[in-house]
């Protein structure tokens, strides 16, 4: 095999590996998420959850707390 054709098959199996490292990685789900804005979410998060717990009961701002997290989870823990 001439060194051309070597080149050519290095950088061929170097573009499948790349190409199959790309799509087994997570898609990121916020890029704007920095962990100073995630902090800032994350205590808004808790002191809603509290205010709710007090007005509405824990069961209630628990149930909310679960599509909230969730949410949050996706774009900042993910991410």
Known sequence: M???NL???LST???AA???VCTAAPALADTDATPDTCDVRLD???SQFYDMADRR???AASDWWEARWSAYHRSCVLN
């Open 18 to 20: 790349v190409a199959a």
């Open 44 to 46: 808004r998060l808790e």
């Open 7 to 9: 080149r050519r098959h």
């Open 57 to 59: 009961g824990y069961e």
């Open 13 to 15: 199996a170097a573009l």
């Open 2 to 4: 001439s060194y051309s």
